[in-house]
């Protein structure tokens, strides 16, 4: 398959969705920028940007994509494909509940003394008698996020591109391996 034509179905892609199976996650979101012709590209590197086990399997993922493809894949190709792998953590409200009334007692044999009832008639946070508080913040779920760059040893970058995905539960290595296909598409 022609380098152009490995890349050029990327343009088409702008929403996709990661298959699944033991892996749940939302919609996921690719993108891609390409800025040169790497038109005759046959050999390429695959770099991590770290090399931790998730990262080598993802990079595994990659290569037999592109030998798929018709590439060769050897660390002394003149172009590298290098990416980096991001777990964007998701934002959750605390859950707080309007509190109006709040009753307290300690010490002695009768549980009367040190006793104390507190009413809650305004608070700016949570509510009380006279409000109700502000509203919570909408939760964002996780996502896994890979970064795809196509550089050449010397000169400017050729092509770059990420794909996306709300993560909610099972093997994130799956999951990001599952990804690959979504923005390398041979």
């Known amino acids: 398959m022609a380098p152009r034509t490995l890349f050029a179905a990327l343009f088409a892609i702008l929403l996709a969705a990661v298959p699944l199976s033991d892996v749940r996650a939302g919609d996921g979101i690719v993108t891609a920028n390409a800025y040169r012709s790497f038109k005759g590209v046959k050999t390429v590197s695959v770099k991590a940007w770290d090399n931790s086990d998730q990262n080598m399997a993802v990079a595994r993922e ?47 044999r009768e549980g009367g003394e040190n006793a104390s009832v507190r009413l809650n008639l305004f608070s700016s946070e949570t509510g009380g008698v006279l409000n109700t ?23 400017p970058r050729l092509w770059e591109g990420q794909v996306a995905v709300e993560y909610t539960g099972g093997d994130p290595t799956t999951l990001l391996k599952r990804m690959v296909p979504e923005i390398l598409p041979i």
């Not at 050897?74 to 494909?81: G, K, M, V």
């Open 133 to 155: 508080g502000r509203p919570g913040q909408p939760n964002t779920a996780s996502r896994y996020l890979i970064e795809f760059m196509l550089d050449p040893k010397q000169g």
């Open 62 to 108: 990659i290569e037999t994509r592109l030998k798929a493809g018709g590439y060769a894949i050897t660390d002394q190709a003149d172009i590298s494909l290098s990416f980096e792998v991001k777990n964007l953590a998701g934002t959750w409200t605390d859950g707080q509940r309007r509190h109006i009334l709040e009753l307290e007692g300690h010490g002695g």
